[in-house]
């Protein structure tokens, strides 16, 4: 392509980063992977494990140019603690562009301890700010991609339209003028990892403003599907499917459980209404904002990524129709509205030519033979989410009320 730029993926060995480095690449970009395999490491932590098996990075680079003639470069950097070697290697490509997916990106992973949730915050903050400190510092000029997610702003149920980032508000002067300003729209996180992404935002907007960097936020819904054009081209590309209570997401976990005969785990009512995109489209999302990097004027460009929105237990009645599963309603581990309604603008990637992929159009089958196929590496143990949000919600502890009136 005439257009090729020199991009950096960080966090390109995960479940969205490795599909989007393979897409970007075959658009025919030069792409460096950068990941310290942190991901790997947690599910040894944890006793899980993808249900598809991931290969070493090495063989899936070299799967990838034996299937394209392409060639992907990979460097093991921490960014959160390696500001040195992020430097050295920033100097070095000279990116075009910077995709950052380098974050644990797990909400009940991030509530299940103090532990989780330290480490949480110190590798999302440190390695964003680390990014945008040294794009600075080097006197690059880089256009900043940042893998946000729509839960930033909670799940109230308002009836409002959640815009594409920004807020106009109206502000009486002194001299009796109304004033008009636009904010950032209002985050209301639920979770650890939800309060990084909102801290993200207000570095974004400082490094736009001081810096006249140009910064793209994709503000994400969950992520369902396994596989993308690039990954089915070889088993040693395949993406992750995370099936385990805390980085499972639930639909592919739905499509799992059904198929290993485990009943499908509503949590709460399953009134919760959830934003949603494909895996194929979320790296066509990200191929689009790589080529359409906003103004240098002060502003982060905030666009909405995802294509359709549907409750809980929408879903789960829809495979249990397609696959017999049962169902069963268990105690919601999260601190949240048990109902809600959810609407949000996404007129930005549509303008751009997105035709979203929709559950209707039977993409979820593929997803479905996927969790057969692999059936017999699932850790049944690994499927409840024990992860929880308050104390009175954890076996064995006493609600301070309560302990106190005792």
């Not at 990979?74 to 960014?79: A, H, K, L, R």
């Not at 900043?144 to 799940?155: E, P, S």
């Not at 099936?243 to 009134?271: E, I, K, S």
């Not at 809600?340 to 997803?367: C, H, Q, W, Y």
Request: charged residues 20%.
């Amino acid at each position: 392509m005439t257009n090729a730029k020199d991009i950096l993926v960080i966090g390109g060995d995960g479940f969205c980063g490795w599909p989007t480095a393979l897409h970007l690449s075959n658009l025919g970009h030069n792409v460096t992977i950068v990941d310290n395999l942190s991901r790997r490491d947690i599910d040894a932590q944890m006793g899980a494990d993808s249900l598809t098996p991931i290969a070493s990075m090495d063989d899936r680079i070299a799967a990838w140019a034996e299937q394209t003639g392409r060639t992907i470069g990979f460097e093991n950097i921490d960014v959160a603690r390696d500001y040195d070697a992020l430097c050295k290697l920033m100097l070095a490509t000279q990116p075009d562009t910077v995709i950052h997916f380098g974050e644990q990106r797990a909400a009940p992973y991030s509530m299940k301890g103090a532990s989780e949730k330290r480490y949480t915050v110190d590798n999302n903050i440190s390695g964003t700010h680390n990014l945008l400190a040294a794009s600075v510092e080097l006197g690059l000029d880089p256009h900043f991609v940042h893998l946000g997610t729509m839960g930033v702003y909670g799940y109230d149920d308002d009836g409002l339209e959640i815009p594409e980032g920004y807020l106009p508000v109206y502000i009486p002067a002194d001299d009796k003028q109304i004033i008009k300003r636009d904010i950032l729209y209002p985050t209301n996180p639920g979770s650890v990892y939800h309060m990084t992404k909102s801290m993200d935002q207000l570095l974004f907007q400082f490094y736009a403003k001081n810096d006249r960097m140009r910064i793209t936020d994709l503000h994400q819904g969950i992520v369902w599907g396994t596989q993308t054009e690039e990954t089915r081209l070889d088993e040693r590309l395949i993406n992750r499917f995370d099936y385990d209570g805390d980085y499972g997401t639930v639909l592919n976990r739905f499509l799992m459980q059904a198929v290993v005969g485990h009943p499908l785990t509503v949590h709460g009512t399953g009134g919760q209404t959830r934003a949603f995109i494909h895996i194929q489209d979320t790296v066509k999302c990200l191929a689009l904002a790589v080529e359409n990097p906003p103004a240098r004027d002060g502003k982060v460009a905030i666009l909405n990524q995802m294509t359709e929105t549907h409750t809980v237990r929408s879903l789960a009645k829809l495979v249990a129709e397609t696959s017999g599963a049962q169902i069963a309603n268990v105690d919601n581990p999260r601190n949240e509205a048990a109902e809600n309604d959810l609407r949000v603008s996404n007129k930005t990637f549509l303008s751009l030519g997105l035709k979203p992929i929709t559950l209707a159009e039977g993409l979820m089958d593929e997803t479905q033979q996927i969790a057969a196929k692999y059936a017999k590496r699932c850790i049944r143990k690994m499927i409840p989410c024990v992860s929880t949000w308050t104390d009175n919600q954890r076996p064995g502890v006493v609600p301070a009320k309560a302990s106190k009136a005792a």
